[in-house]
């Protein structure tokens, strides 16, 4: 007879597996109905959901980063929740909700395995990290210099690719939206964006207008002045609010403005017209982050890496030639 699984429960019942382990899990998202009927089920077709788990890691983010706005880092959570199911493994989240100060004064880290930070956090915090006797893995930001596994996208030869593409549709006034030294990602964006520009002789036109406040919260964008016939934006949430906001003063995307998102998220589908972006796979980055930190844990891996992973371009409606 064929061992019981997840899927066999969530097949039972119904509903997808993510269902299944965050009811094992006591995840709040799950109402306590549904959490009944999962356990029957589990004994029903006998599944042992209480068995010991090969190892314990921690998912450690900002709730900034898990909010509903922000559907990448939600999606690749979900992914590292569905590996964790794969390998066996305990999974459990801290979400930080305010400052990073006290965080090595209000969690003891030893108890965990392994450790996955999610989302750029502070050099401090992240050298603290190194320095701690636990397996980590940085996903999506990096710093030269300490000595942590990291994988990310390749964010800088993808930004090339990408301002290179809405070079060859004749645009040269392209503009880069994206708050610098905010996070590794958007400064390795601009660099692309940058390069692209040099190299096509565009330097006289290399502009950027910031996407956030210090505060980190999204804001209006700054479309005084002449606009140019593009934006690179940093990430697909960006642009949908820029199209937005073109829309509203009257200009056509793309008939007066060609718009370029990046992520490959919901924001890309939703918008009015679809978002062009450069597609990034959280799948493939989760992944990637939780071979990382099995090898660290299991094979004892002595030596830092950083694994950067290739992304390409999904040609949607927001982009056209300059000279249609």
Do not use: W
């Not at 796979?281 to 989760?286: D, I, L």
């Amino acid at each position: 007879m064929k061992k019981p699984t997840m899927k066999t429960i969530a097949d039972k019942l119904g509903i997808s597996t993510m269902t299944v382990s965050k009811s094992f899990k006591n995840s709040p998202d799950i109402s306590e109905d549904m959490r009944r009927k999962v356990l029957k089920a589990a004994r029903d077709v006998g599944y042992n959901y209480r068995k010991k788990k090969r190892h314990k890691v921690l998912v450690l983010t900002k709730q900034t980063y898990l909010s509903k706005d922000d559907t990448f880092y939600n999606e690749l959570y979900n992914r590292l929740n569905e590996r964790s199911d794969e390998k066996d493994i305990q999974l459990s989240l801290i979400l930080i909700k305010d400052t990073e100060d006290v965080l090595f004064e209000s969690y003891d880290f030893s108890q965990y395995d392994g450790i996955l930070l999610m989302g750029q956090f502070s050099h401090d915090t992240t050298e603290k990290m190194a320095e701690l006797e636990v397996p980590s893995v940085c996903i999506d930001f990096y710093y030269h210099g300490i000595d942590i596994d990291t994988v990310i996208s390749n964010n800088f030869i993808s930004a090339f690719d990408a301002t290179s593409y809405l070079i060859e549709l004749g645009h040269k006034k392209i503009t880069f939206l994206g708050t610098l030294k905010k996070t590794s990602s958007i400064n390795d964006r601009y660099l692309g964006y940058y390069k692209a520009m040099m190299e096509s002789d565009y330097e006289s036109h290399i502009a950027t207008i910031d996407d956030r406040n210090s505060g980190e919260i999204y804001q209006t964008y700054d479309l005084s002045g002449a606009l140019p016939t593009a934006f690179l934006c940093n990430n697909d949430n960006v642009a949908y609010r820029l199209i937005n906001q073109l829309k509203s003063l009257g200009y056509n995307v793309p008939g007066d403005i060609s718009v370029m998102g990046f992520d490959d998220v919901l924001y890309s589908r939703i918008s009015e017209p679809q978002i062009t972006t450069v597609r990034v796979s959280r799948t493939q980055m989760a992944d990637k982050s939780f071979d990382l930190l099995l090898e660290k844990i299991e094979k004892r891996v002595n030596y830092t890496r950083r694994a950067a992973l290739d992304c390409f371009i999904k040609q949607k409606d927001s982009t056209k030639s300059i000279n249609e």
